[in-house]
């Protein structure tokens, strides 16, 4: 034999050439092959076994490198390659060298499968089972069995024929897993083990019954004595195989090693026998072995073996269901150990699969495996989650999940917080995962980690509040599907796109019900006081408030509101889905038992945000015809807390009514369930015949009565479910149905939601014919209580004035709801006003302050029907205090806009108000004012009064009424003296507005229209009694307190008021005096001058409009006796100064000059215009009784400091009135006494720089932006400038700017004076009204009379 050529020389030459072959090509010299030499070798047994190696080397190469050349040499005769394949068969039964018999085997396989020939596989096997059965032993077949285990696992073909053909060989195979030899056993295993995982367990599929349950039982009587690697790792291979095969699980779980099943092969030695019954272990017939050695391997140190008995066990729980033994066994308990002890990905994975299955049997929770291994599970799972295969933590996940879902809640796996702060931790790490999948086991765990059982004590609110938190944050993370998002997966793969979206859905889905968990568990601590408190909190942590169920409460619901409706509603927009909606209205159902006192808000929101058409729009589409109950079933259960919310919202007060209450929860409950129909079906059900009627609250009747309420209540959150028009015809089709039907009638509820309806949408509908309102009619007057039906609506105000026949009835009473419904509301208003004009005096108020907008209502429903007026003012009078007062309020704001009204509203109310006060007057004869004998009359009498003042503001000065003093206006003021007369002086409530009224009669009236009324008042002893009372007391008032705030205050500011009136018009009209009023000028000027800082500003006014008055008539008057003191005209005998300045004197005057000098610098628009009159008028009685005095006055050093002062307060100072008017009377009284202002010694007012300044203000803001008084004060100054000789005399330019002012100031007055006088010449200071023409400032002469 050659180094090369495989071939022996010494039996090569009688061989034929055919057998020979050269590899590669001929010239190249190739490997020479000669196929009879190698089988002459084998079947020698004179060659060496190195030849033979060497040979079977060569051959290996040859079937290697050049595949083919042998099948060509032996198919010129079959019988050499059986030949062949005899020798190496016989070659792996009698060589005893283990490399040799491995090479041995790689050729037969090498060999067989280059001939790919069926008849050579059977061959073989034949071969083999004929070695079997001429041996009395299988001692050496070790090597035939690892061949044939090699060939099956290389011919998958080989392992159909021999379980199917080859049946005493199988057997063979059995028995030898007899012998004792765990080497023969592993070999023989081998076969087995490839068997039946070849061809994916096809050939196991035809294996005989008989030989693989044999096979199963001896498998489990060899793995229970087996020690060697090899064979407990073909052992462990082949079970995990078999255990895959439900039928061999049957039979390995019933199987015992002490049976013999295997019938003994009359071949095999009488010795094997005789080992098989020494080693057969005696076992109980009860008792199960494999799960026994399952847990062996368990326990064993080897990786492999400790997955391959996991997937083991779980293979048999899902083929078996017999999860008992296993559970006897204390397999969890040993696998909640590899949980804690391993970090293999494979091995977590395969015990957490083996572990869910076995939860499913009770006897796991049972025997507390739960309890043992719930902490090695949550610390595993923490490792788990920082694997990059998010497999196993998502299986972690699944276990964790079904122990929570499954644990019995008597046994509590989490008794202290420490452990549910440990879980909860690992469950917000699933949450935060990477991956979706994940996520969404994590939140089904944490669902079932949120049940009552499950929590420690106390009950940890913060970290379930830190989950909920960590869910609702992933939403961001959603692809949630939106029309771009839609656009955008058109290119992307469809399955990738489904596959996304799924996930999506699905984590939403598992986080809807953990988030449904989490408020069901609120609502079960809340019933549980031990619980909701938190008794065994320690008390350091007390003050917690973030780990409290309040804040758990708060944290559901702001997730909801911000994150989870959105979402829900996105995902829901194109394609509803029914469960991901049913547990969504779930949850917002479970919101209104958690957090009561924040609902009315949230339902208030929902409600406007069309979540009262949403739920009905999912019922209609997804739950007709009994589809998705349980979304029925939440929708209604969401609708009926909303409903019942909204309705306690609309009218708190129907709480009340238990029965409405009830009527309206029991029309929801019955009727909303079979309410599956879409929106535009409800008019045909408005509108069907109702037919028998079986149940109260059943039936189409009941139906109809639901829709109506629904319709209000979505209404009124300004969601249309129908359109205007079809409501309003349905409701009307409705009453006339339920009238005609006359068995019963409309429920209170239903009629008010009814009454609400036809309000809100009259607008858009037709008029009511006479049928239809007769029907109205008839069914408002069935309801005994119409305030019952009331809802604070305008609609409803307007609805009820449109009709006659319904303002007649309800008209009064319909307005007293709205002002007592209206108060209610503007309560919070006032004590915000009342905070915020803290401090501020009641002279500072503004008097166009805006109403609010429910008077604006009640405005446009007088601007619609006056007649409501009427009935106002019949309130006034007729009706308790408290209801006038807000009627009186509106007929004010009504009376104060009248120029949006018809022009003669004030006559409305006169003969109206003139007889409430003559209806007063006779009820009050003899019992006095004050003390009539109901006290409704009393309590009227004020706000009339009051009202009579309102008309007199709002009446324009142009208005006819006050052309003449008589008729209704006469008669009033006749009344109302007489009334004035007759009240008690502490009656200021009624006092005040009285002679208020009196005052602007005076006032407001032309001189020449007033003599009748200034002869009234002045012949009325009462009246000047009552003055003189006020004025008397004026010293023991509180004047520092605001008129609003003090009465008496304002009583005396009236009174000073009145006086001045009486005073200038005595004297006018020279009236006749009958009692006189004594008044201290002493005591005036003295507070004038040093109780001005504290003393009302409004009150100082009156002071300075007395005075002036006074001051006009020369401190002489028939109406006023003025008494004095030596603080003002020193001591007796007079001087001949204060005796022709008396009663004032020269120090009075002095006086007087100093307190006016320092009220013109008060910032106050009516007591700087009253100071300069009143210092006007004092210069005028000073030039005309003491012309000295006079110019003491008007030259003094301050006069020039004023001046100052005004004009540097700004343009708007400067362009003041009374500043300009301030300094025309400096100059014009100067000038009286000289020719020349410096002669005096008067440096009070130069033309450079004060005068310049006015001038340049003028001719900067332009002169049509001053006023009529400011024009004409202006041009006042300027001529009395042109008139006088200054020094330095003016110049040419400064001359010229003078006369062009002065032409465009005559033509401004001139256009004004055509123009028709605004409105507004009465303010309002509080209870006070001030006519503003008393205080225009003058601009004429000082000569005693009133030039205005």
Same mark, same amino acid.
């Given at each position: 034999m050659s180094s090369t050529d495989i071939v022996f020389d010494k039996f090569h030459f009688r061989h034929d050439p055919k057998w020979s072959g050269r590899l590669g090509p001929a010239e190249g010299g190739g490997l020479l092959l000669c196929v009879a030499c190698v089988i002459e070798m084998m079947e020698s047994e004179d060659i060496a076994l190195v030849r033979k190696s060497f040979a079977l080397f060569g051959i290996s190469g040859v079937l290697k490198c050049s595949p083919g050349v042998l099948r060509e040499l032996f198919r010129q005769d079959n019988t050499f390659s059986l030949r062949f394949t005899t020798s190496?068969?016989?070659?792996?039964?009698?060589?005893?060298?283990?490399?040799?018999?491995?090479?041995?085997?790689?050729?037969?396989?090498?060999?067989?499968?280059?001939?790919?020939?069926?008849?050579?596989?059977?061959?073989?096997?034949?071969?083999?089972?004929?070695?079997?059965?001429?041996?009395?032993?299988?001692?050496?077949?070790?090597?035939?069995? !690892?061949?044939?285990?090699?060939?099956?696992?290389?011919?998958?073909?080989?392992?159909?024929?021999?379980? $199917?053909?080859?049946?005493?060989?199988?057997?063979?195979?059995?028995?030898?897993?007899?012998?004792?030899?765990?080497?023969?056993?592993?070999?023989?295993?081998?076969?087995?083990?490839?068997?039946? @995982?070849?061809?994916?367990?096809?050939?196991?599929?035809?294996?005989?019954?008989?030989?693989?349950?044999?096979?199963?039982?001896?498998?489990?009587?060899?793995?229970?004595?087996?020690?060697?690697p090899q064979l407990i790792k073909n052992s462990v291979g082949l079970l995990w195989l078999l255990v895959q095969l439900p039928e061999a699980v049957s039979v390995l779980m019933n199987g015992n090693t002490d049976q013999t099943v295997c019938h003994e092969n009359q071949n095999i030695h009488t010795d094997d026998e005789q080992i098989l019954g020494q080693n057969q272990e005696q076992q109980s017939p009860d008792q199960c072995p494999l799960p026994l050695m399952l847990k062996k391997l368990l326990m064993s140190g080897d990786e492999m073996l400790q997955v391959t008995s996991a997937r083991c066990i779980a293979s048999v729980l899902v083929h078996s269901q017999c999860s008992a033994p296993f559970i006897k066994a204390d397999i969890p308990e040993f696998l909640f150990d590899r949980l804690a002890s391993s970090h293999s990905e494979v091995l977590l994975w395969s015990a957490y699969s083996c572990l869910v299955l076995l939860t499913e049997d009770p006897l796991f929770f049972s025997q507390c495996h739960s309890v043992y291994g719930?902490?090695?599970?949550?610390?595993?799972?923490?490792?788990?989650?920082?694997?990059?295969?998010?497999?196993?933590?998502?299986?972690?996940?699944?276990?964790?999940?079904?122990?929570?879902?499954?644990?019995?809640?008597?046994?509590?796996?989490?008794? /202290? @917080?420490?452990?549910?702060?440990?879980?909860?931790?690992?469950?917000? @790490?699933?949450?935060? /995962?990477?991956?979706?999948?994940?996520?969404?086991?994590?939140?089904?765990?944490?669902?079932?980690?949120?049940?009552?059982?499950?929590?420690?004590?106390?009950?940890?609110?913060g970290k379930i509040e830190g989950l909920i938190e960590a869910i609702t944050n992933r939403f961001s993370e959603l692809p949630l599907p939106s029309p771009a998002h839609r656009r955008s997966s058109r290119s992307l793969k469809k399955s990738d796109a489904s596959s996304q979206a799924s996930r999506s859905e699905g984590f939403l889905l598992r986080s809807l019900v953990c988030f449904q968990a989490a408020c069901r568990l609120a609502v079960e601590c809340s019933l549980e006081p031990v619980l909701k408190e938190n008794t065994f909190t320690a008390p350091s942590k007390h003050s917690?408030?973030?780990?409290?169920?309040?804040?758990?409460?708060?944290?559901?619901?702001?997730?909801?509101?911000?994150?989870?409706?959105?979402?829900?509603?996105?995902?829901?927009?194109?394609?509803?889905?029914?469960?991901?909606?049913?547990?969504?209205?779930?949850?917002?159902?479970?919101?209104?038992?958690?957090?009561?006192?924040?609902?009315?808000?949230?339902?208030?929101?929902?409600?406007?945000?069309?979540?009262?058409?949403?739920?009905?729009?999912?019922?209609?589409?997804?739950?007709?015809?009994?589809?998705?109950?349980?979304?029925?079933?939440?929708?209604?259960?969401?609708?009926?807390?909303?409903?019942?919310?909204?309705?306690?919202?609309? +009218?708190?007060?129907?709480?009340?009514?238990?029965?409405?209450?009830?009527?309206?929860?029991?029309?929801?409950?019955? !009727?909303l369930p079979s309410l599956c129909c879409r929106l535009s079906d409800w008019p045909s059900l408005l509108c069907e015949a109702p037919g028998l009627q079986l149940c109260e609250y059943k039936g189409p009747r009941a139906t109809q009565y639901c829709l109506v309420i629904m319709l209000h209540l979505a209404l009124?959150?300004?969601?249309?479910?129908?359109?205007?028009?079809?409501?309003?015809?349905?409701?009307?089709?409705?009453?006339?149905?339920?009238?005609?039907?006359?068995?019963?009638?409309?429920?209170?509820?239903?009629?008010?939601?009814?009454?609400?309806?036809?309000?809100?949408?009259?607008?858009?509908?037709?008029?009511?014919?006479?049928?239809?309102?007769?029907?109205?009619?008839?069914?408002?007057?069935?309801?005994?209580?119409?305030?019952?039906?009331?809802?604070?609506?305008?609609?409803?105000?307007?609805?009820?004035?449109?009709?006659?026949?319904?303002?007649?009835?309800?008209?009064?009473?319909?307005?007293?709801?709205?002002?007592?419904?209206?108060?209610?509301?503007?309560?919070?208003?006032?004590?915000?006003?009342?905070?915020?004009?803290?401090?501020?005096?009641?002279?500072?108020?503004?008097? +166009?302050?805006?109403?609010?907008?429910? $008077?604006?209502?009640?405005?446009?429903?007088?601007?619609?029907?006056?007649?409501?007026?009427?009935?106002?003012?019949?309130?006034?009078?007729?009706?308790?205090?408290?209801?006038?007062?807000?009627?009186?309020?509106?007929?004010?704001?009504?009376?104060?806009?009248?120029?949006?009204?018809?022009?003669?509203?004030?006559?409305?109310?006169?003969?109206?108000?003139?007889?409430?006060?003559?209806?007063?007057?006779?009820? !009050?004869?003899?019992?006095?004012?004050?003390?009539?004998?109901?006290?409704?009359?009393?309590?009227?009498?004020?706000?009339?009064?009051?009202?009579?003042?309102?008309?007199?503001?709002?009446?324009?000065?142009?208005?006819?009424?006050?052309?003449?003093?008589?008729?209704?206006?006469?008669?009033?003021?006749?009344?109302?003296?007489?009334?004035?007369?007759?009240?008690?002086?502490?009656? $200021? @409530?009624?006092?005040?507005?009285?002679?208020?009224?009196?005052?602007?009669?005076?006032?407001?009236?032309p001189a020449h229209c007033t003599d009748r009324a200034v002869s009234v008042l002045l012949s009325n002893s009462g009246l000047m009694d009552q003055l003189q009372t006020v004025?008397?007391?004026?010293?023991?008032?509180?004047?520092?307190?605001?008129?609003?705030?003090?009465?008496?205050?304002?009583?005396?500011?009236?009174?000073?008021?009145?006086?001045?009136?009486?005073?200038?018009?005595?004297?006018?009209?020279?009236?006749?005096?009958?009692?006189?009023?004594?008044?201290?000028? +002493?005591?005036?000027?003295?507070?004038?001058?040093?109780?001005?800082?504290n003393t009302d500003n409004l009150l100082l006014v009156s002071y300075l409009r007395l005075l002036q008055a006074l001051l006009d008539a020369d401190l002489v008057s028939a109406v006023v006796r003025l008494s004095t003191g030596p603080g003002l005209v020193g001591p007796r005998p007079l001087g001949v100064e204060d005796g022709a300045l008396y009663p004032l004197g020269s120090r009075g005057a002095q006086c007087l000059s100093t307190a006016l000098s320092g009220l013109l610098l008060q910032k106050h628009e009516l007591l700087l215009r009253a100071s300069v009159n009143c210092l006007s008028s004092l210069l005028g009685f000073l030039q005309r009784k003491s012309p000295t005095a006079e110019k003491y006055v008007a030259c003094q050093p301050w006069s020039r400091f004023l001046v100052y002062c005004l004009l540097s307060s700004g343009e708007s100072s400067r362009l003041h009135p009374a500043t300009l008017r301030l300094i025309t009377i400096v100059r014009g009284f100067t000038h009286t006494h000289s020719n020349q202002l410096l002669q005096h010694g008067s440096t009070s007012v130069l033309w450079e720089p004060d005068l310049l300044q006015v001038m340049e203000a003028v001719e900067r803001r332009g002169r049509e932006v001053l006023g009529e008084e400011a024009a004409q004060a202006l041009r006042l100054l300027l001529s009395q400038i042109q008139s006088l000789a200054l020094q330095p005399p003016l110049t040419e330019e400064q001359k010229q700017r003078a006369r062009a002012a002065i032409e465009s100031l005559c033509l401004q007055t001139q256009s004004e004076s055509c123009s028709p006088s605004p409105p507004g010449n009465v303010l309002r200071v509080g209870d006070v009204s001030i006519c503003l023409s008393d205080f225009t400032v003058k601009a004429g002469s000082c000569s005693g009379k009133l030039t205005l």
């Open positions: 190496l068969l016989g070659m792996l039964h009698t060589t005893e060298d283990q490399a040799t018999q491995e090479k041995v085997d790689q050729v037969l396989v090498q060999l067989l499968l280059e001939l790919q020939s069926e008849p050579s596989y059977r061959f073989v096997l034949d071969e083999i089972h004929k070695q079997l059965n001429d041996q009395l032993c299988v001692k050496g077949f070790l090597p035939t069995f !690892n061949f044939l285990g090699n060939l099956v696992k290389a011919v998958p073909n080989v392992a159909h024929s021999l379980v $199917t053909q080859y049946g005493p060989l199988l057997e063979h195979l059995c028995s030898a897993l007899l012998y004792p030899d765990e080497a023969l056993k592993a070999s023989v295993l081998y076969v087995w083990l490839k068997l039946f @995982g070849t061809a994916g367990g096809s050939a196991a599929q035809s294996l005989p019954v008989a030989i693989r349950d044999r096979v199963c039982v001896l498998l489990l009587q060899t793995l229970a004595k087996a020690s060697s719930i902490e090695s599970l949550v610390r595993s799972l923490k490792e788990a989650l920082q694997l990059t295969n998010l497999e196993v933590p998502k299986q972690g996940l699944l276990l964790l999940t079904e122990i929570l879902e499954r644990q019995p809640p008597s046994e509590r796996l989490f008794p /202290s @917080g420490s452990g549910f702060e440990a879980v909860s931790e690992a469950v917000l @790490g699933g949450v935060s /995962s990477s991956c979706l999948l994940v996520a969404t086991q994590a939140a089904n765990a944490a669902s079932a980690l949120f049940r009552l059982n499950h929590q420690s004590r106390p009950v940890q609110y917690h408030a973030q780990d409290s169920l309040e804040s758990l409460c708060q944290c559901l619901l702001r997730c909801c509101d911000s994150v989870w409706i959105p979402t829900v509603i996105r995902v829901c927009e194109y394609a509803p889905n029914a469960q991901i909606l049913q547990h969504f209205y779930s949850i917002l159902f479970s919101q209104f038992t958690l957090l009561p006192s924040f609902m009315p808000v949230f339902a208030n929101k929902l409600a406007s945000s069309g979540f009262y058409r949403l739920p009905l729009e999912h019922k209609g589409l997804l739950c007709a015809g009994n589809r998705h109950p349980y979304l029925n079933m939440s929708c209604c259960g969401f609708l009926q807390k909303l409903s019942m919310c909204l309705l306690f919202q609309s +009218d708190p007060a129907s709480g009340s009514c238990q029965h409405d209450v009830e009527e309206v929860e029991n029309l929801l409950l019955y !009727n009124e959150q300004g969601d249309r479910l129908l359109p205007d028009p079809t409501v309003f015809s349905s409701v009307v089709w409705l009453l006339h149905s339920v009238q005609a039907q006359s068995s019963s009638a409309l429920p209170r509820s239903v009629l008010r939601s009814a009454l609400y309806l036809l309000a809100v949408t009259q607008d858009k509908s037709p008029n009511l014919d006479g049928a239809s309102l007769n029907c109205i009619s008839k069914t408002l007057s069935s309801c005994q209580s119409f305030p019952s039906l009331y809802i604070h609506h305008p609609a409803l105000l307007h609805f009820i004035w449109r009709y006659p026949e319904l303002e007649e009835k309800y008209g009064a009473l319909v307005l007293e709801l709205w002002l007592t419904k209206q108060a209610q509301h503007r309560d919070a208003e006032q004590t915000t006003a009342a905070v915020q004009e803290e401090g501020e005096s009641p002279a500072d108020e503004r008097p +166009d302050q805006q109403p609010d907008t429910e $008077t604006v209502e009640l405005l446009t429903l007088i601007e619609k029907w006056p007649s409501v007026m009427l009935t106002l003012l019949n309130m006034v009078c007729t009706r308790e205090a408290v209801l006038a007062g807000r009627a009186l309020a509106v007929l004010e704001v009504v009376l104060r806009g009248q120029r949006d009204y018809e022009a003669d509203l004030c006559a409305h109310l006169r003969p109206a108000l003139l007889q409430a006060l003559q209806r007063l007057s006779v009820e !009050n004869m003899g019992h006095g004012l004050g003390q009539g004998h109901t006290a409704q009359a009393v309590n009227s009498l004020p706000l009339v009064l009051k009202l009579l003042c309102a008309t007199q503001a709002s009446d324009p000065p142009s208005s006819s009424s006050y052309s003449k003093m008589d008729g209704v206006h006469f008669k009033l003021l006749y009344h109302v003296s007489n009334i004035a007369g007759r009240l008690k002086p502490t009656d $200021t @409530g009624s006092l005040l507005p009285a002679l208020s009224y009196l005052y602007c009669c005076l006032s407001l009236s004025s008397s007391s004026s010293s023991s008032s509180a004047p520092s307190l605001s008129p609003s705030a003090c009465p008496p205050s304002a009583l005396l500011c009236c009174s000073h008021l009145l006086l001045s009136s009486l005073i200038t018009l005595q004297r006018v009209h020279s009236a006749q005096v009958q009692k006189s009023i004594s008044w201290s000028l +002493d005591t005036a000027v003295q507070r004038l001058l040093f109780q001005k800082r």
